[in-house]
């Protein structure tokens, strides 16, 4: 909660505003299961993961943030979808109708490198590397591939006692790839959808020659500006980002592209006394992307040396896609710090929520618009303290309330009938999400090196007015390290 350039991309704030050292480590498990889903979606997951986080001073002038996240895990009942991406991507997603499981991992590793104080700058450098795979375990069998990485420079400037500016910039590469697909049943015919956005869609039986390839180029920055006064610290971040993303089908075939344009907004401040400390943050984001359709034919080449080859040529292409995601979020969070001033006897928080989202197919025209509201209260008291030995108690609460959930189409076919109307019942739902979770920690010693362990266990459920339930639950046991 001290550190409010961590939820940035700048690197470099590690550096001006240093903390305590410290790190986390944890192993868990978890299940979810339930009719409150997405088509697009299983009703049942169960898997595991593995996360670690480490903030320290390296050497004299230099710091380093880093974090790792391992998660494997099993979907079960899902169609409609064979895809890692699911947002910020273009309309051009595939799957097949027949429901079935999905394996999925996924590796994220984020590292920040930042220097002390150099003059009135700081230098630093972001560095992202994300993979992962899905593949399908029924027929048609498919595996998708995903590969993310982004390189960050930053840098932050003391412009007086009480003010500093930070700037970053970034690049950044991100490619998911559908190789084959393959069947058992070699007698039995399967569908595979191709989409194109809402109801449109390309559908075939020749598996053999589907093969699909997303790449894109991502290029943005962000700016901030600091505000530091005698309890309290005020952090503001403006960024933009374009993206460009093509799409590649077998024998190099284009179905179309998409480019988005992103503005985001946080703002973090924090106020702290002996043993009191104030947390508020507010995130929002704007993406708007259109998608162009290629009307390619394939033309044979024959060269000098007798050999024949193909490519295709794009004869014209068209905006057919356009799309708006704005999401706006903010948390409030009291703190009731003890006497050490390093640990809280309990807190209390509020936050809210609110989503839109609107898709429009353009030729032929259809729209679905989507916004919703959520607000939710928190709480968390240590029932437990003695000897080193403490047990917490987090409880949430959380209302969502759709605004408007509209769709006008201009056909009706399978995919509507399968995934899109059942989908706008989906987010015209009420819900009231609950949580409890449970934690014990205790110390331990490595070696001669004193720990803090801990386990911890959660449970919730999601209710909802029309659309059935959701639990989820889970178990984990962890370290803390200084």
Do not use: C
Not at 53 to 82: C, H, P, Q
Not at 105 to 132: C, H
Not at 255 to 262: C, F, I, V
């Amino acid at each position: 909660m001290r550190q409010l350039w961590l939820p940035t991309r700048n690197a470099s704030g590690l550096g001006f505003d240093p903390v305590a050292n410290h790190g986390d480590a944890w192993f868990g498990v978890f299940h979810s299961s339930g009719d409150y889903h997405k088509v697009q979606e299983g009703s049942r997951m169960n898997g595991l993961n593995f996360f670690a986080e480490r903030y320290t001073k390296i050497a004299r002038n230099l710091y380093v943030w880093g974090s790792f996240k391992f998660t494997m895990d099993r979907e079960s009942e899902r169609a409609w979808s064979d895809v890692i991406l699911k947002e910020y991507t273009s309309p051009y997603q595939y799957g097949g109708s027949v429901r079935g499981s999905y394996d999925r991992q996924l590796f994220d590793l984020k590292v920040k490198l930042a220097t002390g104080s150099i003059g009135r700058f700081t230098l630093g450098v972001g560095l992202d590397y994300s993979v992962g795979d899905l593949s399908r375990l029924r027929d048609p069998r498919s595996r998708v591939m995903l590969a993310d990485y982004a390189v960050i420079p930053s840098m932050t400037y003391r412009v007086a006692e009480k003010h500093a500016l930070g700037l970053d910039f970034y690049y950044r590469f991100r490619k998911q790839r559908l190789d084959n697909i393959t069947t058992v049943q070699r007698e039995k015919q399967f569908e595979y959808y191709l989409f194109e956005g809402l109801e449109n869609y390309w559908m075939t039986t020749e598996l053999g020659k589907v093969a699909r390839r997303t790449v894109a180029d991502v290029v943005g920055g962000d700016l901030q500006y600091k505000l530091t006064g005698e309890r309290g610290s005020w952090l503001v971040s403006l960024g933009y980002e374009r993206l460009m993303e093509e799409v590649v089908d077998n024998e190099r075939k284009e179905p179309g592209d998409y480019n988005a344009r992103k503005v985001t907004f946080y703002s973090g401040y924090k106020n702290e006394r002996v043993n009191v400390l104030h947390a508020w943050d507010l995130q929002a984001s704007y993406a708007g992307g259109q998608a162009e359709e290629f009307v390619q034919e394939q033309v044979n080449i024959t060269h000098d040396n007798g050999m024949v080859s193909s490519k295709w040529v794009t004869l014209y292409n068209f905006v057919t896609y356009k799309d708006d995601v704005l999401n706006v979020r903010t948390n409030y969070t009291f703190y009731k710090g003890d006497i050490s001033g390093k640990d809280y006897n309990w807190l209390v928080g509020v936050n809210g929520e609110y989503e839109y989202l609107k898709d429009h197919y353009l030729l032929p025209e259809s729209t679905r618009e989507i916004s919703s509201l959520r607000v939710g209260l928190k709480g968390a008291v240590r029932v437990v303290n003695k000897n080193a030995h403490k047990l917490w108690v987090h409880a949430g609460l959380k209302g969502s309330l759709p605004l408007e959930t509209k769709m006008n189409l201009f056909k009706e076919n399978v995919f509507t009938e399968n995934v899109l109307h059942p989908d706008l019942k989906y987010f015209d739902a009420k819900t009231l999400d609950t949580k409890i979770d449970v934690q014990y920690s205790f110390p331990m010693k490595l070696k001669k090196t004193a720990l803090t362990g801990y386990v911890k266990a959660y449970a919730g459920n999601i209710f909802t007015d029309k659309f059935g339930s959701r639990f989820n639950g889970g178990i984990s046991i962890g370290i803390l390290t200084l």
